[in-house]
């Protein structure tokens, strides 16, 4: 089955404790994205990324790294996360780009939560 | 810059109602716009599209949208609510070929 899968699904950590939320696709997508929504605000991008080794801030990096080493896998790292930090997060592909012909498809989601 | 507006962040309908969720958008290039929907404890999926041609656009579970250039909006639309249409629906501008931009969201109720 065509999936994105992210992992954890739900996340409470501590201020400063380093983390990491997993995202594996198995459509062979070039473009993955990191999105955080909170309420009221809809869904803002973090960061994405083209391809392999390619990745670009969206419009709400700070406080977040990505790296694509393999098609497949993009990981969020939050190296100090702060309680602003919390909210829900989403990975998603696509085949190349946001085009016309390359819907995103989305994963179920993390929520993480900062104390 | 692209932005888009979604009035209204709830809105409640009686199942067999008509579903109305509005959306306006700001483009400096023709827009290509999106209607996503997230159902409780998913991610979005892609309800459908507008790129070029058509201005009425038709996508799954009996939606469909309209392109009006002139009224810069991209209103969602539905003739009869059914209970499983409940969820939280995003409209979305196309930025650059890398990026969306999505609107705030509009979370439909549908009353028994």
């Known amino acids: 089955e065509a999936q994105v899968t992210q992992n954890p699904r739900y996340l409470i950590t501590v201020t400063g404790k380093k983390l990491t939320v997993t995202c594996s696709q198995n459509?062979?997508?070039?473009?993955m994205s990191w999105y955080r929504q909170d309420p009221g605000l809809g869904l803002r991008q973090i960061y994405y990324?083209?391809?392999?080794?390619?990745?670009d801030k969206g419009d709400v990096p700070e406080g977040y790294k990505v790296s694509r080493k393999e098609k497949r896998n993009f990981p969020l790292i939050l190296e100090s996360p702060s309680p602003n930090q919390t909210s829900l997060y989403f990975c998603?592909?696509?085949?190349?780009?946001?085009?016309?012909?390359?819907?995103?498809?989305f994963g179920n989601g993390t929520r993480l939560t900062v104390t | 810059a692209q932005s888009v507006t979604q009035l209204g962040s709830h809105v409640s309908v009686s199942e067999g109602a008509l579903v109305l969720l509005r959306c306006n958008y700001s483009?400096?290039?023709?827009?290509?716009l999106f209607w996503y929907v997230q159902y409780p404890n998913q991610g979005l999926q892609l309800l459908l599209k507008?790129?070029?041609?058509?201005?009425l656009v038709k996508g799954i579970n009996g939606f469909e949208a309209e392109f009006k250039k002139s009224e810069t909006s991209f209103h969602l639309t539905k003739p009869s609510a059914h209970m499983s249409d409940a969820a939280e629906y995003f409209c979305?501008?196309?930025?650059?070929?890398?990026?969306?931009?999505f609107g705030s969201g509009t979370r439909l109720l549908v009353r028994p």
């Open positions: 998603a592909s696509s085949l190349s780009g946001q085009g016309m012909n390359s819907p995103l498809h």
């Open positions: 459509m062979n997508h070039e473009y």
């Open positions: 990324s083209m391809n392999v080794e390619v990745t």
């Open positions: 483009s400096s290039v023709p827009p290509y």
């Open positions: 507008y790129t070029t041609g058509a201005t």
């Open positions: 979305a501008v196309k930025h650059s070929s890398y990026k969306l931009i």
